[in-house]
C-alpha cells in the first residue's frame, strides 16, 4: 500500500461496476466465465512471456452491433523455449 496513491472514489467504482455488469449482461457471459477466461489467457500468457499479473486488464467493450475482448497485458520479458 502507498501513501502516494489514491484510492478510486466510490462513485467511480460503482461506475466500473455497473459498466462491467452492463457489459458482461450484453455479452452474455457470466463474471465466473470472465474470470475463468482471464485465468486461462494469464495460463496461457505465462508461457510465453513474463508478464506483470497485477497490471492485467482484461474487459469485454460493446459499441453500436459489435463486441470486442480487449486485453491490456504489460510484458515484463520473453521466455527463451528450449523445447518446441
Known amino acids: 500500500?502507498?501513501?502516494f496513491s489514491r484510492a478510486k472514489p466510490s462513485a467511480?467504482?460503482?461506475k466500473e461496476r455497473l459498466r462491467m455488469v452492463?457489459?458482461?449482461d450484453r455479452s452474455l457471459l457470466?463474471?465466473?466465465m470472465l474470470d475463468s477466461m482471464r485465468k486461462?489467457?494469464?495460463e496461457?500468457?505465462?508461457k510465453y512471456f513474463v508478464v506483470d499479473?497485477?497490471?492485467i486488464e482484461i474487459d469485454i467493450d460493446s459499441k453500436d452491433t459489435s463486441t470486442m475482448l480487449?486485453?491490456?497485458i504489460p510484458i515484463i520479458q520473453t521466455k527463451r523455449r528450449t523445447n518446441q
Open 22 to 24: 452492463l457489459i458482461q
Open 70 to 72: 480487449v486485453a491490456n
Open 30 to 32: 457470466s463474471p465466473g
Open 12 to 14: 467511480s467504482m460503482a
Open 53 to 55: 499479473n497485477e497490471g
Open 1 to 3: 500500500m502507498s501513501f
Open 40 to 42: 486461462d489467457m494469464i
Open 44 to 46: 496461457v500468457l505465462n
